[in-house]
């Protein structure tokens, strides 16, 4: 092999293996190594080719001034947790009244900068979330890593969405849902009643994709009138102004079952089960 850190199979750079990058998946880093732990982590260790670098500051052209390797934590490759090492490529700026030094390569489609996940974990433990509705807990088991390493970095991705207003864009049929969220201490676990805001809007076949567009703590009316006073008037009017008539409906079969089904014979009107007569 030419190359010690080659592979056999590189078809155009001789440092470089085209098919290991093409299996990894990260556009802009090579495969240099790959190995495995004594306990079955699968670390995998890419690095940027070599190019002309201008300081970010002065726009000097700046030299070389070494690698520096960050490890971040990927999504599971082949059912084992994997582990990426990144040979960042660090440089120096040559103009003396720059008060750039020293800086490090950074891209945040691979990772943001201090991260502990790579980007595309992130949107794969969001994704198994929402689609699949796996736990924080059993995620951490998969990537082989502690809870709040996984919440802490999904954390603030999660919070610009809540902030994103464009998810209520075009909804024409709002439901309205309430949610025990857990039966302990709010002290412990926060806010016990939830009501959840539902788009029920029918798409172009006339088949509901139910989408949950908020969680809001409470359960009352006063919850739902704040909510859509918060949204202002054109999502109100129907989807924000898009639609010429007041949002058609609001669901709410969900609390009048509820309701039914905590009754019994003899209960009294406040529907609390197993207490004829109110006592």
Known sequence: MSEPTGCCCAATTPSYCDHCDLLVGLDGLHVVDVDKTGHGVLVVTMESAPTVMGCPTCGVVAESHGRRTTTLVDIPCFARPTRLRWRKRTWRCLEPACPTRVFTEQDEQIARPRGLLTTRACRWVIEQVRREHASIHGLARQ????????????????????????????????????????????????????TGMVDLTRDKDGRVRARLLDLVPGRSGTVYKTWLDQRGTAFKAGGRGRHPGPVPRLQERHRRQTRRRHRCPGCSPCGRPGRPGGR
Do not use: C, M, N, Y
Request: aromatic share 8%.
């Open 143 to 194: 990537l082989g890593v502690a809870w709040k390493t996984v919440w802490g970095s999904i954390q603030p991705i999660l919070a610009t969405l809540a902030d994103d207003e464009a998810r209520f864009a075009g909804v024409t049929t709002l439901g309205v849902d309430e949610h025990l969220w857990h039966h302990v201490s709010p002290r412990k676990r926060g806010p016990k009643e939830l």
